[in-house]
Nanobody
Framework: QVQLVESGGGLVQAGGSLRLSCAAS????????MGWFRQAPGKEREFVGA???????????ADYADSVKGRFTISRDNKNTVSLQMNSLKPEDTAVYYC???????????????WGKGTLVTVSS
């Protein structure tokens, strides 16, 4: 049974940092795209960032939403673990953050293969 388990959410002041981690189990995700979406209250789930396999060895490419570029860094720690370092957090970053994995590109939430249950990030002003 495939599981994605997030950790690291919490409450932080604006300008602060948090690091989220996601551990996947139940299969090997080496060729899968893994990354993060978020959903704020009353809003649709949106893409945050992803790591996508280059097709060669253990090389992955990172991609980000414009709203987090320069502040968030996504990393593929190993074939089944992905992390999100969030710096310079803003109140508008407040949301439930979901880990996701997909055999394709992880571009749209409607086509994601696997989801975690989510972890809440609250940024106070």
């Amino acid at each position: 049974q495939v599981q994605l388990v997030e950790s690291g959410g919490g409450l932080v002041q604006a300008g602060g940092s948090l690091r989220l981690s996601c551990a996947a189990s139940g299969r090997t995700f080496s060729s899968y795209a893994m990354g993060w979406f978020r959903q704020a209250p009353g809003k649709e789930r949106e893409f945050v960032g992803a790591t996508r396999w280059s097709g060669v060895g253990n090389t992955y490419y990172a991609d980000y939403a414009d709203s987090v570029k320069g502040r968030f860094t996504i990393s593929r720690d190993n074939k089944n673990t992905v992390s999100l370092q969030m710096n310079s957090l803003k109140p508008e970053d407040t949301a439930v953050y979901y880990c996701a994995a997909d055999h394709d590109s992880l571009g749209t939430p409607d086509l994601v293969d696997y989801w975690g249950k989510g972890t809440l990030v609250t940024v106070s002003s």
